[in-house]
């Protein structure tokens, strides 16, 4: 089969609509039978469960910081060969990254353009701008010589006059970018938000009617043949990566709205490397069953309550770790295998209490950034010396860890954080959400 092109969805910042615009074009491509696919640039977990919604397929995450470079081609290649498109959206500004040690890439989405060679599709909010448009589109086009910007979209604009305005500026300052179309401003398409972003598509009240609405005014004001058009085959090729190693051969992997934060590039990965998924709910008071269980992020704090009355659940955790069964849980899942985790409103929960943590929410305290990670012991995850690339996001609070790290690490700048998360005997944890091997 051949590779199908791709294009990236980017924006000059956070906030500009690429994730509204994102799914429409997915939802409208994929009504029209069009076999589209679609990733996402850096370690987002929402967005893609959105993706995934409008087109009925996995969207997996790229990132051009925390994965190697075969890893990134194995996933484009995998991606390209089972669809006609495929739609990357971009993460905050096209240009905006972390801050990296001398020579690496950032993780922002200019880096994983220049990676990939997949044109780029710039869509700016428009907003009080008119020949001014002109000028951030000439700034974004002309930065960096190893990325191309073929198309854009404003969005947010209003009136024939406003739109005919910018379209002339632009076609005088970039004459080979070409202005795809304009999105009126959709405030009954906003999509609600909590702490870590989005409220996520299995919670969003009316997932179906947003996006068929979204899809709708796509196709009503974007041109999107023109689009289309556009899309590149990426060169990159590469066998498909496994990212992290099964912790076990029947693996009980925790999925509901508690725990939804599990990259699907992972357990693909997993499943190619032979082990057996299972899928169980901790909300549902569903015993884990298998050789090893992974407890993925998500929103435990918001039911903790429920978690805590649990026993099959909790009783299920704490009989496969008296039996040596791998356990693992990174950041939410991490806080449910401690001793107790607080509420916002300052009721504590007991949890598992198979690692010596207690976290709350009671004084929430941002935790943001790239992390390498390196194992301290031998453990479930590899041999001592082990190294991960993943990423830290969460507001809680730690009250007391006590016990033996798991990992060492460092930011993305390579400055030590010190130890994070615990292990004891085969249950580990941290709050790094691990994303592949180091290189």
């Not at 590469?238 to 508690?258: S, T």
């Not at 031998?378 to 007391?400: K, N």
């Amino acid at each position: 089969m051949t590779a199908a092109g791709g294009l990236i969805l980017a924006a000059p910042s956070s906030g500009s609509g690429k994730t509204l615009a994102t799914l429409g074009l997915l939802a409208h491509l994929t009504r029209r039978g069009v076999k589209v696919a679609s990733v996402k640039v850096g370690p987002d977990y929402i967005d893609p469960a959105f993706h995934a919604a409008a087109t009925g397929r996995d969207c997996f995450n790229l990132d051009a910081w925390a994965m190697r470079p075969d890893s990134v081609a194995g996933l484009v290649g995998q991606v390209s060969a089972a669809a006609e498109l495929v739609v990357c959206e971009g993460v905050m500004g096209l240009f905006d990254g972390a801050d990296v040690a001398h020579g690496e890439p950032s993780g922002s989405t200019a880096d994983l353009a220049a990676l990939t060679g997949w044109p780029v599709v710039l869509l700016i909010d428009g907003r009080g701008m008119t020949g001014s448009a002109a000028a951030v589109l000439l700034g974004f086009a002309g930065l960096r010589p190893d990325i191309r910007i073929k198309g854009v979209i404003f969005n947010r604009v209003s009136g024939d006059k406003h739109k005919r305005m910018i379209t002339e500026a632009c076609r005088r300052a970039c004459p080979d970018i070409e202005v795809l179309g304009f999105l009126p401003r959709l405030d009954s398409l906003m999509v609600p938000s909590r702490h870590l972003g989005l409220v996520q598509a299995c919670e969003h009240p009316d997932l179906a009617a947003f996006l068929s609405a979204a899809a709708q005014a796509v196709g009503e004001h974007i041109a999107v043949d023109r689009l289309m058009a556009l899309a590149r085959p990426s060169s990159l090729n590469a066998d498909a990566a496994i990212l992290v190693p099964p912790l076990g051969q029947r693996m009980a992997v925790a999925q509901d709205a508690a725990f939804a934060f599990a990259y699907p590039a992972l357990l693909d990965g997993w499943r190619r490397a032979g082990a057996e998924i299972s899928l169980f709910s901790p909300l549902a008071d569903e015993a884990p069953v298998g050789d090893a269980v992974y407890l993925p992020g998500g929103y435990p704090e918001l039911h903790a309550g429920r978690l805590a009355g649990n026993q099959r659940f909790l009783g299920g955790l704490r009989s496969l770790a008296a039996s040596g069964a791998a356990i693992f849980g990174e950041c939410g899942g991490y806080m449910v295998l401690g001793n107790s985790l607080t509420d916002a409103d300052g009721h504590a929960h007991a949890m598992a209490g198979l690692l010596g943590l207690d976290t709350s929410f009671a004084q929430r305290r941002l935790h943001l950034g790239y992390r390498q990670a390196r194992l301290v012991a031998d453990g479930p995850l590899g041999a001592a010396g082990q190294t991960y690339r993943g990423h830290e996001f969460h507001y809680a609070t730690i009250v007391a860890e006590t016990g033996e790290p798991l990992f060492a690490a460092t930011d993305a700048a390579y400055t030590s954080v010190g130890g994070a998360g615990l292990r004891a005997k085969r249950v580990i944890g941290s709050f790094v959400h691990l994303i592949d091997c180091a290189l």
